[in-house]
């Protein structure tokens, strides 16, 4: 008799519900009732570090939440993609491929919130969300060893 439970088909679905989450998140934003668009999120900055040290060094002239959501909270989302990745596809065994999948999917998001005006193009976004992943790799690496 075959069991209800089939791990692969719960891990699929965890993965494809996570990416689904990650993209309402990114393009929408956090409130499901005040559209991103209606704000003026226009620009871009190519700048490695420049919104990161400027969120460190100037914390004190940002509520809690805009400092949190645009550091902690990028490191935070792209996590169980550092997690599931791996897990999901057997490709994705090795930190090149999760390094270049998480740079992909993270400047994918970017380039489109930009190309839509959802959001700005942010190189500091891309670098923690790699962060986020590679916490997440390493903590299935280190469980797997």
Do not use: C
């Not at 169980?80 to 791996?86: H, T």
């Amino acid at each position: 008799m075959k069991s209800l439970y089939n791990k692969e088909v719960t891990i699929n679905i965890v993965f494809f519900s996570y990416i689904f989450v990650l993209f309402i998140i990114s393009f929408w934003g956090t409130s499901t009732f005040s559209p991103r668009n209606l704000f003026d999120y226009s620009g871009a900055n190519f700048t490695p570090l420049s919104t990161i040290s400027t969120y460190i060094l100037n914390f004190h002239h940002y509520n809690f939440d805009t400092w949190f959501y645009n550091t902690i909270g990028n490191v935070l989302m792209f996590i169980p993609f550092g997690v599931l990745l791996p897990v999901n596809f057997k490709f994705y065994k090795r930190l090149p491929q999760i390094i270049i999948a998480t740079i992909i999917l993270s400047s994918s998001i970017e380039l489109t919130q930009y190309l839509t005006n959802l959001g700005i193009f942010d190189i500091d976004t891309i670098l923690l969300n790699l962060i986020g992943s590679l916490i997440g790799f390493m903590a299935v690496k280190n469980k797997n060893n």
